[in-house]
């Protein structure tokens, strides 16, 4: 099962938005729904920020948001805050009963 | 509330084995499975398997198949996660996941605080 494909990195400005991009295949994304984003700020264990593709846990800022369409997943942050700042992770659950993540995207708030 | 607390940081041999604990506490332990995550220093995320809680039953990524073994003691809430024949590149930090329900498929709601596991001679 090949990772999921993320940009490496991605920047915006205090105020402004930011979509990191997350490609799959017929085999995970574009089959399923069980899509979520993870935040890890560095050395900190990763925190769920968006499920089933659009869906966010309590305590999650309405900023962030998700999508889907065909093989690909995004995740959509508005109102960049330097908070915001860190790794990002995508994964799916795929047809082998497994799950996939993404090589993960760095966030910058410059 | 829900907590994963992980067993303590390690140093191991190439060619050893090495058992990870994650105690979970403030939630009905056979009605979540429990995925295993690791991350080699710099790296990404690395799914490694599942544990059926309920059935000690388990699915590993095809990468760990041979030599990866999750298990759980229902008794005192604890999974585990148990590689062997281990090289440099299996250091990094290992972490346990609750998923939100009792499938595979459902997303990880909750994470341990990870263990570094390093393998040096």
């Known amino acids: 099962q090949s990772a999921l494909t993320q940009p490496p990195s991605v920047s915006g400005s205090p105020g402004q938005s930011v979509t990191i991009s997350c490609t799959g295949s017929?085999?995970?994304?574009?089959?399923?729904?069980?899509v979520s984003w993870y935040q890890q700020p560095p050395g900190t264990a990763p925190k769920l920020m968006i499920y089933?593709?659009?869906n966010r846990p309590s305590g999650v800022p309405d900023r962030f948001s998700g999508s889907k369409s065909g093989n690909t997943a995004s995740l959509t942050i508005s109102g960049l805050q330097a908070e915001d700042e860190g790794d990002y992770y995508c994964?799916?659950?795929?047809?082998?009963?497994?799950?996939?993540f993404g090589g993960g995207t760095k966030l910058s708030v410059l | 509330q829900v907590h994963l607390v992980q067993s303590g940081a390690e140093v191991q041999k190439p060619g050893a084995s090495v058992k990870v604990s994650c105690k979970a506490s403030?939630?009905?332990?056979?009605?979540?499975?429990i995925h295993w995550v690791r991350q080699a220093p710099g790296q990404g995320l690395e799914w490694m398997g599942w544990?059926?809680?309920?059935?000690?039953?388990?699915h590993y990524a095809q990468n760990f198949q041979d030599r990866v073994t999750m298990t759980r003691d229902s008794s005192i809430s604890t999974a585990y996660m148990q590689l062997s024949r281990l090289t440099s590149d299996d250091t990094a930090v290992y972490y346990c996941?609750?998923?939100?329900?009792?499938?595979?498929?459902?997303?990880?709601?909750?994470w341990g605080q990870g263990t570094l596991i390093t393998v040096s001679s």
């Open positions: 403030g939630y009905t332990f056979t009605g979540h499975y």
């Open positions: 996941a609750r998923a939100f329900g009792g499938n595979a498929y459902y997303y990880f709601d909750y």
């Open positions: 017929t085999n995970d994304i574009a089959k399923y729904n069980h």
């Open positions: 544990t059926n809680t309920n059935s000690n039953t388990a």
């Open positions: 994964t799916s659950y795929t047809t082998s009963n497994t799950w996939v």
């Open positions: 089933e593709v659009s």
